[in-house]
């Protein structure tokens, strides 16, 4: 099982918009990668960036409206 910090990690391998927020969270407080990997907030945020592009309304041509008059 992977804790929060490999979690966190593997986003920033994998996702290059968030490896840019880290690096620039890590240069804004002159700290490491490692460092800024366990914090809470980069956590926090790795979560958004996880679950942002996820498709939360659906696809709409495909669903019929209701107002349309026949």
């Known amino acids: 099982m992977m804790n929060r910090v490999d979690k966190v990690n593997e986003a920033y391998q994998n996702d290059p918009e968030f490896r ?26 790795a979560e958004y960036y996880k679950t942002k592009n996820k498709d939360v309304v659906g696809n709409t041509a495909t669903h019929e409206r209701s107002c349309d008059a026949r």
């Open 20 to 45: 840019d927020y880290v690096d620039s969270y890590c240069k804004s407080r002159q700290i490491s990668k490692f460092e800024a990997l366990a914090h809470i907030t980069v956590a926090e945020v």
